[in-house]
């Protein structure tokens, strides 16, 4: 869990950071700024997502994990989860949830996280994690000004998350082969490229409830 909470501190010391200059910047600049965090997120999507072994398990998994999550309503948690904190947090932002959610995801789909987190489960220092806290710490500047104090927050999900895998890993370390790292990371790249596509405000995708995705992608992985 180390690495886990490097990665949390490095986005929390960017967010901060980010908040002072989203105060200072014209709403033209957070425009063009937020377009652009859209442009790369379906740019990393697609670049993680080409790169699945077997489509089918994508399709399936994609399919199937919208279908679960859309049941289990995982948004609508994440947005209950938002307006708690925000309440707590006495902000006024308007799109806070938004904000959390999409640094959440941004942060977690990576196929630095799937990849680091096991990493460190299996045992060995968490030197992908602290590598990706770098990163997300100067991304989170970029987001906090674009999408306000929200992106802080999301490193509860985060915790939560990839804190999860890291245990998950050390548990299960024995049947995580390439084939199922590949197909996590790809699966992970299809959901980037939706979110993505939300934030170009091109279609709203409900990206979110697709994480269940990623479960059955290791399923199909494993016993297919």
Known sequence: MFG???????????????????????????KIA??????????LGIMMAIKVDNILFMIFSIILGGVCGEL?????????????????????????????VTAFLLYCMGSMTVLGAIEEGLGSYPNLLLAKSVLDGISA?????????????????????????????????????????????????????????????IKKIKTVNMIPALLFAVVFALFL
């Open 4 to 30: 886990t909470i490097v990665n949390a501190a490095a986005i929390l010391a960017g967010g901060i950071i980010g908040l002072i200059i989203h105060k200072k910047t014209p709403d033209r600049l957070i």
């Open 34 to 43: 937020f377009q652009g965090i859209g442009l790369f997120t379906v740019t």
């Open 72 to 100: 289990l309503r995982i948004d609508m948690a994440l947005d209950r989860l938002g307006e708690r904190l925000k309440k707590m947090s006495r902000s006024e932002s308007s799109n806070f949830s938004e904000g959390m």
């Open 141 to 201: 500047i970029a987001l906090t000004s674009t999408l306000g104090v929200g992106v802080l927050f999301s490193i509860i999900p985060l915790i939560v998350f990839q804190g999860g895998l890291t245990l998950f890993a050390e548990l299960v370390q024995v049947y995580l082969t390439e084939t199922v790292i590949s197909e996590i990371s790809a699966t992970g790249g299809l959901l980037l490229l939706g979110l993505g596509i939300s934030i170009l405000e």
